[in-house]
């Protein structure tokens, strides 16, 4: 029974990869290089100060919220995030501009 509930927990949590204001961002690091980043436009994420917050890609996967009056999924949660899983880089790459 334990089981069974905890499956459900996790099925209905809200992953921000899988909503449409999670956006990808380049945030240049030197001359032609970037690194990715990912925003939430709906100005959810925020550091202690109130500056906006963005996260490494690499971590998109990891960032969930119990509940958002601003989500709007991309599609079927377990879908969505298995198959993003699988494209995501293991680490912080540097891209060449
Ligand atoms: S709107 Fe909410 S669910 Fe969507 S990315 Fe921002 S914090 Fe996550």
Redesign the pocket.
Known sequence: MSEQYDENSADER?Y?AN????KLVRTQIGAGQHQLRVR???G??KKKLGEEKFYKYFTVAR?S?ES?????TMGETKTYMKELKKTLPIKDEVYVS
């Open positions: 809200i921000c909503c449409i204001n999670c939430c436009a709906a959810k994420w960032r919220v958002c009056d601003s989500y709007e």
